[in-house]
């Protein structure tokens, strides 16, 4: 089975910059798309930007696109999301999520969760 482990959150000024990292450990990391979610208090768990196996496809939401950059290293079994221009509206917990098939932007479509690492964007 897949396990993932985030880090890299943390408490950061508004206009500042993050890079949370995603390991994984357990399968073949290459088999699978990487997918990341937020989810801020008192909101529904808000889909953030996902790449696909070969790193080649990337795909954002509409409120990070600009700003965020999806990675990944297969050989390092790790994904990244390079994050610029922070605003408070992206405090948040960040979850990275696999994937072996499905719909990008669905939660329900990926397979394996980490704990998730917490974003604070101060104004």
């Known amino acids: 089975q897949v396990q993932l482990v985030e880090s890299g959150g943390g408490l950061v000024q508004a206009g500042g910059s993050l890079r949370l990292s995603c390991t994984a450990s357990g399968r073949t990391f290459s088999s699978y798309a990487m997918g990341w979610f937020r989810q801020a208090p008192g909101k529904e768990r808000e889909f953030v930007a996902a790449i696909l196996r070969s790193g080649g496809h990337t795909y954002y939401a509409d409120s990070v696109k600009g700003r965020f950059t999806i990675s990944r290293d297969n050989p390092k079994n790790t994904v990244y999301l390079q994050m610029n221009s922070l605003k408070p509206e992206d405090t948040a917990i960040y979850y990275c999520?696999?994937?072996?098939?499905?719909?990008?932007?669905?939660?329900?479509?990926?397979?394996?969760w980490g704990q998730g690492t917490q974003v604070t964007v101060s104004s």
């Open positions: 999520a696999a994937r072996n098939s499905g719909s990008y932007y669905r939660s329900r479509d990926y397979n394996y």
